[in-house]
């Protein structure tokens, strides 16, 4: 009996990809790949080190750069992590204030960020940030041309839109971190709610990262089975008011932490490494990310803005965009998001 080595010969249809995905507009193909792999890390705070903690010990490169304005404060944190060689994968620790020592990476991840002061304005804060960016975002470039640009400084979607227009890179090659954190809070509290694994949970918060991100409800599935179409109108009406519940409990799950600990670090740490685990090993894997959103569920062509989607992510970058089914009130609530955005970023002095 002859043996079956693709579905194409089980009569399915090969182009059932570009049903099931989109590709993003303007992609580029992958850079050339080499033997050994490199990340750098803009930004040694709390974020950028526990980025870096975390991608060592689950050994995701050769090679790891950190850059800081802080020359002393680099040293101390590079030569911290050094001293666990023993009990780390080989992987070299570099750092400099000099972006030079970012040179050839495969993905710079940035983390850098001003704070924002009590009193001050969303857009004077992204004006502040802007500047950084200006800083940043050029030599990444100019010493690593073929790299993949991975953005996790807060607010996440206008400084990835700021990164992409500053680095002149395909739109395919710049991934802010977005909802990925966020859909992982809220599979957690669906699964303790559910009471099953976390893993086995498919659920997903998209849109703009924060306060207005939306939770596509219709799409929950726990072990393939969909959560509201196996409820009757009466017990859907109760648990998608618990669902609320639980999406508010997501937005608000950041804010406690910085309330009790001050900052938030190995939940991020943990996401952004996952991120680079599917990119530099072209895993193919679904990842809710802040990518080039035009084209995509109504939002305008015109409108260049980018916002959390389910995202294929390789190699190259974004490889494809989820064709997700949403409801009416779910589009028109990343519409609006879009729509925020780009009203916000025409106020920018790019």
């Known amino acids: 009996m002859k043996k079956v080595s693709s579905l194409s010969e089980l009569g399915f249809a090969d182009d059932i990809h570009r049903t099931l995905f989109r590709p993003l507009q303007q992609a580029a193909p992958p850079s050339p790949t080499k033997r050994n792999t490199k990340i750098s890390v803009v930004g040694a705070g709390n974020v950028g080190m526990a980025i870096a903690q975390t991608i060592l010990t689950q050994d995701l490169t ?88 991975l953005v996790v400084s807060n607010p996440v979607d206008v400084l990835t839109y700021i990164a992409w227009k500053l680095s002149g890179f395909p739109p395919n090659r710049i991934i802010g971190s977005g909802t990925n954190l966020d859909s992982s809070r809220f599979r957690f509290l669906l699964a303790d709610h559910l009471e099953v694994n976390a893993q086995d949970v498919q659920a997903y918060m998209v849109g703009e990262h924060g306060d207005s991100s939306v939770a596509l409800w219709s799409s929950i599935s726990v072990g393939g089975v969909p959560i509201l179409s196996q409820l009757n109108n009466d017990k859907a009406l109760i648990e998608q008011g618990v669902l609320e519940k639980i999406r508010k409990a997501v937005v608000e799950s950041a804010y406690e932490v910085i309330r009790l600990k001050g900052y938030t670090s190995w939940a991020i740490g943990y996401s952004v490494a996952s991120l680079a685990r599917s990119l530099l090993r072209d895993q193919h894997r679904i990842h809710p990310v802040s990518l080039l959103a035009k084209g995509f569920y109504g939002i305008p062509d015109d409108r260049e803005v980018f916002l959390s989607l389910p995202a294929q992510l390789g190699r190259s970058g974004i490889l494809s965009v989820a064709n997700i089914q949403l409801t009416e009130e779910e589009a028109g609530r990343l519409r609006r998001s879009a ?12």
């Not at 790891?64 to 060689?85: N, S």
């Not at 729509?339 to 790019?350: G, M, P, V």
Request: charge should be negative; hydrophobic fraction near 45%.
């Open 62 to 149: 050769d090679e790891l750069a950190l850059v800081d304005a802080k020359p002393d404060k680099l040293r101390g944190e590079m030569l911290d992590l050094q001293h666990a060689a023993a009990f780390l994968p080989r992987t070299r620790i570099l750092a400099s204030p000099d972006y030079a020592v970012t040179a050839n990476s495969d993905i710079c991840i940035i983390t850098a960020g001003a704070r924002q002061i009590p009193g001050e304005t969303r857009l004077d804060l992204l004006q502040r940030n802007l500047a950084l960016f200006k800083e940043i975002v050029p030599p990444l470039a100019k010493y690593s041309p073929g790299a993949l640009l």
């Open 339 to 350: 729509h925020t955005l780009w009203e916000l970023q025409q106020k920018l002095d790019l």
